[in-house]
C-alpha cells in the first residue's frame, strides 16, 4: 500500500482526526503487516481484531465517500480505529463532512448515555489506548516540559514519536487561535543532532506543511515554546515506552484509565449532551 511506501502522505483533512492518522502513520512505519492488514480485515471482514475482542464495523461507513479530501485507506483505518477506541460506550461513524459523529453504544455500556454528539477529538492518552488495542503494545503518555524532558523521551521511544503540540502556535500557525493546548498531534520522525538540536516533523495537513526536511526541522527550543505556551505554563505531552493505562508525570503515574473515562464520559456525555 501507498502509505507504508510513503507515510508522509497520510493525511487527516478536514476531520478531526489528527489523532489516529498519527497512529496510521506509527503503524504504517513501525508494523507495515499490521497496518495493511487493518484495513484488508476492516474492509474484507467487516471487524478489527483487538486485544480486547473483536468489534463489528460497519464496512459500507467505512468506505463512504466524503469532502475531507483523505484517501480511501486513511478513511478506512481513521473511522474504524476511532469506533474500536469508543465501541462499546459509542459508536463513531463517519459523515458526509468527514468529521463524524458519536451515536449511543451498546445500552449495557453507555451509561445511559443515548443523545448523539459531535466528535471533537482524543486525548494522547486515548491514543495509548486505541494503539494498544489494535497492536497489544503498550505506551504511555508522559508530559513534556522543557528541551531535557524533549530529548529523554525522545531517546526512551526513539522515533517515530507521537508528540502533542500546539496547532495555532507557530511553526505550525493554524487559525484561529486557541489558548487551549495541546490541540493537535503531530510525529517526530528524526533528530538531527547539534547546536541547536533540530527534530523532523511530520504533520498530517499535507506535504506543504510538514518540517520533515533539514531546512525545515524545528529547533528544540521552538518546539518547546510552541508547547509550554507565552507564559511557560503548559506541557507538550508524547507517547513512550510504559503502561498504557498510565499517564505519567516527572517518572510517576499521575493518573489511570479510570480517569480517563470519567474524563470522557464528562467530555462527551455531561458536556455535549447531557446539561
Known amino acids: ?15 478531526e482526526s489528527c489523532n489516529v492518522s498519527v497512529i496510521e502513520r506509527d503503524l504504517a512505519m513501525t508494523n507495515p503487516g499490521k497496518y495493511v492488514d487493518i484495513v484488508r480485515q476492516a474492509v474484507s471482514e467487516g471487524v478489527m481484531h483487538t486485544v480486547k475482542g473483536d468489534v463489528k464495523l460497519d464496512v459500507h461507513n467505512l468506505k463512504m465517500r466524503d469532502s475531507s479530501g483523505r484517501d ?62 489494535m497492536t497489544g503494545l503498550e505506551k504511555a503518555t508522559t508530559f513534556i516540559h522543557n528541551e531535557r524532558e524533549l530529548k529523554d523521551a525522545c531517546n526512551k521511544n526513539g522515533v517515530p514519536m507521537t508528540m502533542a503540540v500546539d496547532a495555532t502556535a507557530p511553526p505550525f500557525n493554524a487559525s484561529p487561535h486557541s489558548d487551549h493546548r495541546p490541540n493537535h498531534v503531530v510525529t517526530i520522525v528524526g533528530v538531527i543532532e547539534g547546536q541547536p538540536r533540530k527534530y523532523l516533523i511530520q504533520n498530517q495537513w499535507g506535504m506543504k506543511n510538514d518540517h520533515s526536511t533539514p531546512d525545515t526541522a524545528v529547533s528544540e527550543s521552538d518546539l518547546i515554546k510552541n508547547m509550554t505556551g507565552p507564559e511557560g505554563d503548559a506541557a507538550g505531552e508524547a507517547l513512550v515506552p510504559g503502561d498504557h493505562t498510565r499517564v505519567i508525570a516527572n517518572g510517576n503515574a499521575v493518573a489511570d484509565y479510570n480517569f480517563l473515562e470519567d474524563q470522557r464520559h464528562k467530555r462527551y456525555d455531561l458536556e455535549l449532551g447531557k446539561h
Open 1 to 15: 500500500m501507498r502509505h507504508v511506501a510513503a507515510p508522509e502522505d497520510i493525511y487527516q483533512g478536514t476531520t
Open 72 to 133: 480511501l485507506a486513511g478513511r478506512i483505518f481513521q473511522t474504524a480505529a476511532l469506533h474500536a477506541e469508543f465501541w462499546p460506550t459509542k459508536n463513531f461513524e463517519n459523515t458526509p463532512d468527514g468529521i463524524g459523529r458519536l451515536l449511543p453504544g451498546d445500552k449495557a455500556h453507555n451509561k445511559g448515555s443515548d443523545n448523539e454528539v459531535p466528535f471533537t477529538g482524543l486525548l494522547p492518552a486515548e491514543l495509548a489506548d486505541i494503539r494498544y488495542k
